[in-house]
Structures are given as C-alpha cells and as structure tokens.
C-alpha cells in the first residue's frame, strides 16, 4: 500500500467513525419524549436555532484556524465536540442544557471543514479526485451503517432513543482516539504555505503573479516573521477568492450552491419534526431506515452524476436541467408537508435527498473544474458560509420563537417548498438570458 493510500485510509476510518451516530435518527422523539420530557416548541423554537446561529459563527474563524494549526489539531477538536454533545444528551435533561450542548454543535460542524482539508496537504495532487471520493465515501458509509444500526436496535427492543446515544458516544471517543494518531501536516495551504517554485497551469495572471513572488524566496515563509506570514496568508485568499468568483461560471454554479445548501440544511435539521406531526396517530418509528435509504441512493446517484454532467449536460442543458431539479426538490418537500400519511412523507424527503445529492454533485464538480486547485477549500468554504448565512435567515424568520413569523411546522416546511420554487425560477431566468445573449450573439 503507497503512502497516500494509508494516509487516506486513516482519514476515513476517523470519517466512518464520526459518523456512527445512531441516535440522530430518533433525536426529536427522545427529546421530547419521558427522558427530557421538553416540548415540540421549546425544541424547534428555542434550542435548535442555536446550532445554526453557533455555526455560522464560527465558520470562518475555524477556517482560518484550521489552515493556522495545520488540520490536525481542529480533526481532534471535531471528534472532542462530538463527545461533548452526546455525552450531554445521554446524561443532562434540561432545556439549558440543550442550548449550551447546541452551541457545542456548531463547533462540530464547523470543524468538519479539517476532515476535509488535510487529505490534500497531506497528497499529491494527482491523487485528489481519488482521495475526494474516499472520504465522502467514508462519511456516506458512517451514516448508512448508523442508520441500519439504529433502526435494528430500536425496532427488535434492543435500546431504547436514550440508549442510542451511549452509542453515539462510543463512536465519537473511537474517532477522537483515532484522530491523535493521524501524522501531523508539515505545510497548509496560507498559512504554512510551502516554498514553490510554479505555478498551477490555468490559473489566472494575478495568482501566477502573487505565487512567483512568494516563490522567489525558497526560504521567505521560514524566514519570514509572523506578521510577514499572516499578511502573505490573507493577500493569496484575497487573489485565490478575486480570481475565482470574477469567473462568472464559477458565480453561477455557487449561487446555486448556496442557495440549496442553505434550504437541504434547513430541511435536515427540522425533518424529524414533521414526521412528528404529520400523523400523530402513528409514531414515526423508521427514521432509521429511512435515513439509511437516503443516503444509500445519495451515493449511488453521486457516482451516477459524475458520470452524467460529463457525458451530455453543456452549459444551456445545465441550467435548464438546474430549473427542473429544483422543481422537482420544491415538489417533494410541499409533498411531504401537505400530505396526512406518514409514508409518503418519508418518500417525498427520499426523493428529495436524492434530487439534491445528485444535483450538489454536478454542481460541486463543476465549480471545481473552473478554479485552481488551491482555490478548492476557501471557495467551497465561502459557498457554505453563504449557505450558512441564508439557513440563519431562515430560522430567524420562520422557526426562532423570537424571529419575525415562528410558524408551525407545516408552515416552516411550506416555505422551504416554495424556497425551491423560486431557485427554479432564477436558474429559469439565468437559461433565458443565456438564449438571449446567444441570439444577440449571431445577430452580430
């Protein structure tokens, strides 16, 4: 085995392991069920908006910390979170402490932006797209695995929702003690960058420029003193963000970006809530499975896509394909939501979470094959602060009890439907401008 190879497959045993949360399917129903004995309002309302509001505090100050401390260190931070959280799910019963172990929850997503970053300071570059998709591999694996283990433990009486979580905490201990022994990264991308000598082919005369100056010195980022450091690290993001967001294609695939992350985030984390209500009558006892399936057929489809946009989607097809998946995203959720049968429900959020992991997969591949690859991590980075910003809008606007509406579920998940409706009519706008603007074209 080469030395990229285990360094990958340490990576994503770390992933497989994080991810083996077989509480998550069921959290809504033990928090409101006799262990914690909360409310559906104080759960939604007042204590999962903070997770959201954590989140996107911390992103880009984690980002930059994370290039800082070289990866490693923020890899063990995520794995500490995780213990954090679930160990205060497992063992606090306050709504308090909920909203403190939320804000410990936004930790945890943010730092996840180390898992997938150090694999490419630690590989060659001709390795990336192999090495991309293990470590996705590895996270779809963890939630499968979790949510078949989930769904056997609960439905043969093996544990209870509480129980779950003693799990969940296992798993987070494992990845953590895994995580310190992942090797230490010598270099980073800003920060420690290592002396070069080129300059990727492709890349714009303002990066080529930046890169042959810091070139010209092998020894400058050693040498340099720390404030020398720090501003060479924010005048390279500085080229790296201007020479990738000027390309309009780049603009226009991370519009999209953003725009579903935020409503497929939004969705996530308050489906579990209406399968709650949509029959109260019949207890929504396979999330487990259902979550297994998603993410089973995310997959499937995610490999499908990187073989579909390359074959026959050119940038007229994509935009007009773009429309019509985001169409059919806003029909599954106003499905789900106005239907009384919990089946159904759960169908039209399957449908929904493979119309999304097929179409993040095009998207993501395409605004990849249009910026350096050094540009990879703050693009995708500032695309999800993006996101992240837009999901904070949304809670504050229809979930926060002290935000501008505080709808019902129902309510919550009608805006998120006709969310979808209207990124469909802006990448409808997008298609009828390009036809424009290629008509005028041959006029001339």
Known sequence: MQQWQKISLMLCTFGFLKEIRPSEPFIVDYLVGPWRNLTMDEVIQEAFPIGTYSYLAQLAVIFLI??????????????????VIWSMLAWTTSLQSLKILEVFYGTYCAAEVA?????????????????????????????????????????????????????????QISATVWALMLPPVQTSMYFHRAAIGRADVGEPTDEQSFENDLASDKNSVASSSSKRKVISAFVLIWVHFKSSFTNLTVLQWSIWY???MAGYIQVLAYIQFLWSNVDPAQPAVWNGAVEAVVTLLGAIVSLLAGYIHNGFLRPRSSLFALSILSL???????????????????????????????????????????????????????NTLVALSL?????????????WFALDIFGQFTVYGYYFVVLSVIYAVFLLGEIASSVCRRKD
């Open 328 to 382: 059919g995203q806003s029909a599954a959720i106003l499905l789900a939501t106005t239907t009384s049968s919990l089946a159904v429900c759960y169908l039209g959020y399957v449908t929904f979470g493979v119309l999304y992991a097929f179409t993040i997969t095009v998207v993501s591949a395409e605004i990849a094959k249009n910026i350096s690859d050094d540009s990879f991590g703050l693009v995708f980075g500032f």
């Open 391 to 403: 999901q904070t809008l949304l809670t504050y606007a229809v979930t926060d009890s002290d935000g």
């Open 258 to 260: 953003a725009l579903a």
């Open 66 to 83: 994370t290039d800082l401390l070289r990866y490693k260190p923020l890899i063990v931070v995520n794995g500490l979170a995780g213990i």
């Open 115 to 171: 898992y997938y970053s150090y694999i490419y300071a630690k590989v060659d570059r001709e390795h990336y797209q192999k090495v991309t998709s293990q470590t996705r591999a590895a996270i779809y694996s963890g939630k499968f695995f979790a949510g078949v283990l989930a769904q056997a433990l609960y439905y043969f009486k093996v544990m209870d929702y509480k129980q779950l979580n003693y799990l969940s905490v296992a798993a």
